[in-house]
């Protein structure tokens, strides 16, 4: 009998802890928690056609790719895998100066197939010279940011942001509002030099 309370007691006790009332529910993926660096900037100014400033904590890189053209460069961000390309065209003819415009709103639009939404705004500093379109590309694409500046007749410069992971949009997305900070001073402190 002393066998039979035992195991009798123990079914109860295993009962009891089993409604307990706490609720189980998987817990979601978890992602790293992201430290972001203090915005401190610094000047490019490398005998190219433009300056403007951008963030200490990323590498100004020149472009090694094979059809690379003076004044490229890749603006890296290692400690979040990711980088602006940045190209530059010394513009010699109307025809081309719009090819240029047209190509910088094909590539943005190339992400339209996986963009929840693309938004276009102007860019315009006259009293500098520089206008433009900034595309901002939300949801699981390659590309988060692109734009372009020109004065319209004889420079055109365009960068487009990528990173260097499988597009996650929801776990990227505080590095991109981040990064689209640093995007946005090296916009308005963007000059041409002549």
């Known amino acids: 009998m002393k066998k039979h309370n035992f195991f009798f007691l123990f079914m109860l006790i295993m009962l009891l802890s089993a409604c307990t009332g706490n609720n189980y529910s998987p817990k979601p993926r978890g992602f790293f928690n992201i430290e972001m660096p203090k915005k401190v900037y610094k000047t490019f100014n490398n005998g190219c056609a433009f300056s403007f ?10 472009d090694n790719s094979k059809d690379t053209r003076p004044c490229w460069y890749n603006l890296s961000f290692p400690q979040f ?15 081309e100066y719009e090819g240029l415009v047209e190509d910088a709103r094909t590539f943005a639009f190339k992400h339209t197939v996986k963009a929840n939404s693309i938004d276009q705004k102007l860019i315009n500093f006259p009293d500098k010279k520089v206008y433009g379109v900034y595309y901002a590309i939300e949801g699981n694409t390659a590309s988060s940011v692109q734009f372009f500046l020109t004065d319209s007749t004889k420079h055109y410069f365009r960068g487009a942001l990528y990173f260097n992971e499988r597009p996650q949009y929801d776990s990227i997305q505080p590095v991109v509002s981040f990064i689209k900070k640093d995007i946005d001073r090296m916009i308005s402190t963007f000059k041409w030099i002549n």
């Open 53 to 62: 400033d951008y963030p200490v904590y990323a590498e100004m890189v020149k």
């Open 81 to 95: 895998n990711g980088r602006l390309h940045l190209t530059y065209y010394d513009v010699s003819s109307k025809k």
